[in-house]
């Protein structure tokens, strides 16, 4: 794996991990056109995967550090009111929240592991996967009343956002993008709801890592991990601007913008592929 694709696929990770138009989409997309010009296409490799993902999770921990210390506060038993935004105790509730919302996507991806990592490789399949993600953008965009805070999120909700990040298992269907929309759909602010959305990023991302690293290290693959390790850096410096982006354009309702990016690079993905272009 050359310098140039490292790096710029690390940038496309950090950016896309948190824009709803999704990361392992335009991973797949990115290596894909990297690899257009080659005899032999080649996977990415799970070293490079690992690295970039942890990259991400840094992003969202120093984002969010504040939230993270209050769930970490309330669960050794020092809770309280955090600056008037939630109760004291409200870190634990948030915590098992989460958790909730981890499990479809954790069985998901025990379950259908084999099936999604043959997906990534067939562009048009992800193509169509945009062209939904696309259409979720959308649709929550047009939800009249957006009023619902962290205060109001019942474990009903949790389940329901958890079941629209299990979706975005399948490459081109946006994770950031799923949760934010389902949040929006069930009537979350447009604060609360790419905030959900983020701090359930760590579960996923902490567990698929962890999970990833073991096969990476009995695979014994670290011939470049400092070349990775840079990468890692990388997406966690995007990873940060675009979850501070993403939180600007969803406050301002501009996801219809990303939506029709989706629709254009999904379309764009499906007539290349199937028509042998490429």
């Known amino acids: 794996m050359g310098i140039v694709e490292a790096i710029g696929l690390a940038i496309v990770q950090g950016l896309t991990e948190f824009l709803p138009v999704s ?3 335009h991973l797949a997309l990115g290596h894909w056109l990297f690899q257009a010009g080659s005899a032999e296409h080649t ?19 120093a984002h969010y550090w504040r939230d ?24 634990r509730r948030l915590a098992l929240l989460l958790i909730i919302a981890t499990v479809p996507g954790a069985v998901g991806g025990l379950l259908l592991e084999d099936t999604l990592d043959k997906l990534i490789d067939i562009p048009w399949v992800v ?12 649709v929550s965009e047009r939800r009249a009343a957006q ?54 990023s760590v579960p996923v991302i902490l567990g698929g890592t962890v999970f990833k690293l ?28 675009a979850i501070r982006w993403v939180l600007n354009w969803v406050r301002k309702g501009n996801l219809r913008y990303f939506a029709a990016y989706c629709y254009v690079v999904g379309l764009v993905a499906i007539v290349v592929n199937t028509s042998g272009l490429l």
């Open 23 to 25: 990361s392992s989409g």
């Open 68 to 91: 993270f210390a209050r769930m970490l506060r309330d669960i050794v038993g020092a809770g309280s009111d955090d600056e008037g935004r939630a109760p004291a105790g409200w870190g």
């Open 214 to 241: 073991a096969d990476m290290l009995s695979e014994g693959s670290t011939e470049e991990l400092g070349l990775y390790g840079v990468c890692a850096l990388v997406s966690a410096v995007t990873g940060y601007l």
């Open 43 to 61: 996977e990415l490799p799970l070293s490079y995967v690992v690295m970039v993902h942890f990259g991400t999770l840094l992003a969202v921990l």
């Open 147 to 200: 009023n619902r805070s962290e205060r109001d999120t019942t474990f009903a909700d949790t389940i329901l956002v958890g079941l629209a990040q299990m979706a975005a298992l399948v490459p081109g269907i946006s994770r950031s993008g799923s949760c934010i929309a389902a949040g929006l759909g069930r009537g979350f602010d447009r604060e609360w709801a790419p905030r959900f959305a983020f701090l359930m």
């Open 127 to 138: 193509g169509v996967a945009l062209l939904l993600t696309a259409t979720a953008l959308l």
